[in-house]
């Protein structure tokens, strides 16, 4: 039932998209009165037609393929969504999405030490003192390498304090 | 030539360079053994050390990196039956129940040699054969570079014949994300949906990045079958000496590897396919050619030869579209054309003209990578059960952080990070979808390309795209193509009317 709402919702969204954002600027008018120019539309909407229809076979089989099963059945589905919110897939994602949210605002090294910890736990490991300690170790050991070896600019954070933290440990480095 | 090659020597042979060389070679070795990181997914994790590099010190890195992952991949499927990059899963069909039969240092001989071979193979194919593609590559027009690129679409929808439609929406989305941002020929705003961080179009690192790295992480959260250091043990894998098989044996595989490696080469020049559909391709054609059919999958050497030497023989003719017409091969090609392009390098037919460089250094990368990994292979076959030691819940986050740092420094902007994390969860959405991820990439990073020179043929033939594919290259591969997408709904048709009439005859 999941991967025919998912192919259901990108129909909708493409029909969206077809409709209100292939073109979100005026085309040149040099561009619309030559003939033989490619309109700055004519592409994406090819592509969009050619999906939507491949979409809808592909409803039209998924349908086909599971009618009748019990699974396959909207109150199955319904029945699975709080399931889902406690597994360890979208805890996961969760993480990853956060973490690349407050990468701006934290900083690299606040950013890299929750997600090693706090993924760790995810995945089982239960010993928190060993944990703290590999995150820290890791996160340092990245930020070397990355920020001060290779000279990648990582981000230092917008928070001042965490700011001034980066700073300060970088001005601790010849 | 021999200019061509002093010059590559002197850019590998750089200390600087040669010892990043080495350290891809271990790298690479040790993330092709690891099951779960696939060579695309080595490469994509490599590129946050080639920032800091000139771009021939970067491709040289990143081809290494590619090069031994394949090859590390053959020790977990010997020694586990679990692949450790995809395109070595033929090698558990016969290298499994040789280690089951106490073999496992045999198998691991045979791999490791067979991957040199093809992958030297494939390095000569490509030293010598990318001039002559580029000279050609200069008479080709905009025709012509739309009907490579769409080939290298056809191809791969063609193959997957089991799912060809979902393929294909794959591909044709990859083609949609391309379109994000500005149009190529007149700057005209498409899909962004009102944000100016769209304006510059889709970054194509922070999705391969999400797509290979993140998704297979968050995949891997919910996997129970992870390998560990227990497993190792139990295989026997610290005590396993790796041993080459006698001359007779080796003299026995010689047309297998001749075989593989010339059919290896060639799948992986073809865009689209690569390392994984060479190894199934060449292990399946051997069951065919063979005097001895029957014995594939019992544990023959000629098996593990098969797909060990094919899959290593595609990644240098992985190269060929990449350094002569600016086309990826593979994904893997295109998370190194991705890197370059980063790097302001202006990919395409001039690229090898104006600085032959790239190619000479390539070049050397693949021989030294091929030669060396060999024994690097066999240092970590024995330290297999240490690396496998370190518990996932390292390994897993490192592997976030390591692509964060990756999507991050492309541009230095914190919306690339966010787009890798939408591109890993877009990622497991597609697997539920039974999309191909492969395809959407090859879409997206052939997009641009695909529409430019589609746009520009359209305006040159004066919007008659029947003359477009009347030139004979642009016309015969646009045959190819059309062959390749029929085929799949064709060939069981033609195959059932065949097989009655031989019934009736």
Redesign the interface.
């Known amino acids: 039932m999941f991967e025919l709402i998912l192919n259901v919702l990108l129909f909708l969204f493409l029909v969206y998209a077809a409709i209100f954002n292939v073109i979100e600027a005026p085309v040149p008018d040099k561009v619309q009165r030559n003939p033989y120019a490619l309109q700055p539309g004519t592409w994406p909407t090819v592509l969009i037609v050619m999906l939507l229809v491949m979409i809808a076979i592909n409803i039209v089989k998924i349908l086909k393929e599971k009618k009748g099963k019990e699974e396959f059945s909207f109150g199955a589905f319904v029945q699975g969504i709080p399931e889902f919110f406690k597994s360890k897939l979208f805890i996961g994602m969760l993480l990853v999405v956060i973490a690349s949210i407050i990468l701006e605002p934290l900083g690299f090294m606040v950013t890299c030490f929750f997600l090693l910890f706090t993924y760790a736990i995810l995945l089982g490991d239960k010993n928190i003192i060993r944990n703290l300690i590999v995150s820290l170790a890791i996160t340092f050991f990245l930020y070397l390498f990355f920020g001060v070896l290779l000279k990648v600019n990582l981000p230092r954070g917008t928070v001042t304090a965490l700011r001034n933290f980066a700073l300060w440990l970088e001005s601790l480095l010849p | 030539m021999i200019q061509m090659l002093l010059d590559g020597l002197a850019v590998v042979f750089q200390p600087g360079t040669f010892f990043m060389t080495l350290l891809a070679i271990v790298m690479g070795t040790i993330f092709g053994a690891l099951p779960g990181v696939s060579a695309t997914m080595a490469v994509a994790l490599g590129l946050?050390?080639t920032?800091?590099m000139d771009p021939v010190s970067a491709i040289v890195f990143l081809v290494a990196i590619y090069c031994s992952s394949i090859t590390g991949g053959s020790i977990a499927a010997i020694l586990f039956k679990i692949p450790g990059v995809p395109s070595s899963a033929p090698t558990t069909f016969d290298g499994y129940p040789m280690a089951q039969r106490g073999e496992a240092g045999k198998a691991l001989g045979v791999a490791l040699v067979c991957s040199a071979i093809g992958g030297l193979f494939s390095a000569l194919c490509m030293f010598f054969l990318s001039p002559q593609l580029t000279q050609a590559a200069l008479s080709f027009g905009p025709s012509e570079m739309f009907a490579i690129t769409f080939m290298g679409l056809s191809i791969l929808t063609s193959l997957d014949s089991e799912n060809i439609?979902?393929t294909?929406?794959s591909g044709?989305?990859g083609?949609?994300l391309a379109?994000v941002g500005q149009?190529p020929?007149?700057g005209?705003?498409?899909?962004?949906?009102?944000s100016n961080q769209l304006l510059s179009g889709i970054e194509m690192i922070p999705v391969l990045i999400g797509i290979f790295a993140?998704t297979e992480?968050?995949q891997q959260?919910?996997s129970d079958d992870r390998l560990t250091a227990d497993d190792a043990e139990k295989a026997g894998a610290s005590t396993i000496k790796t041993t080459m098989p006698t001359i007779k044996e080796w003299l026995s595989i010689k047309w297998v590897i001749l075989r593989c490696s010339i059919l290896g080469t060639i799948v992986g020049i073809l865009p689209g396919a690569g390392a994984t559909i060479a190894s199934f391709l060449c292990y399946s054609t051997e069951t065919k050619l063979s005097k001895y059919p029957e014995k594939f999958g019992t544990g023959i050497i000629d098996g593990v030869a098969a797909s060990e030497t094919a899959n290593n023989a595609a990644t240098g003719g992985a190269m060929v579209p990449l350094l002569s017409l600016g086309i990826p091969g593979g994904n893997a090609a295109a998370v190194m054309m991705s890197a370059l392009v980063l790097k302001g390098v202006q990919l395409g037919p001039l690229l090898l003209i104006n600085q032959p460089q790239y190619l000479s250094a390539t070049f050397v990368s693949m021989i030294i990578t091929n030669i060396v990994m060999v024994f690097v292979a066999i240092g970590i076959a024995k330290a297999f059960a240490k690396i496998l030691s370190v518990?996932?819940?390292?390994l897993?986050?490192?592997i976030?952080?390591?692509a964060?740092?990756g999507s991050?420094?492309t541009n230095?902007s914190?919306m690339d990070?966010?787009i890798?994390?939408i591109a890993?969860?877009m990622g497991?959405?597609f697997r539920?979808?039974?999309f191909n991820s492969a395809a959407l990439i090859l879409g997206l990073v052939l997009g641009s390309i695909c529409?430019g020179n589609?746009?520009r043929a359209?305006?040159i033939y004066?919007?008659d795209i029947g003359a477009m594919f009347m030139r004979p290259v642009a016309g015969t591969i646009m045959v190819v193509c059309i062959v390749a997408l029929i085929y799949p709904f064709v060939g069981p048709v033609i195959k059932a009317k065949f097989g009655k009439n031989k019934e009736k005859a």
Do not use: C, H, N, W
Not at chain 2, 391 to 394: E, F, V
């Open positions: 946050p050390f920032y800091s439609l979902r294909s929406i044709i989305l083609l949609l379109t149009d020929m007149y005209v705003q498409r899909l962004t949906f009102g993140i992480v968050l959260t919910i518990p996932y819940s390292i897993g986050p490192v976030i952080m390591l964060t740092i991050y420094a230095m914190t990070v966010k890798m994390a890993g969860i497991i959405l539920v979808m039974k529409e589609f746009s359209y305006t004066r919007a």
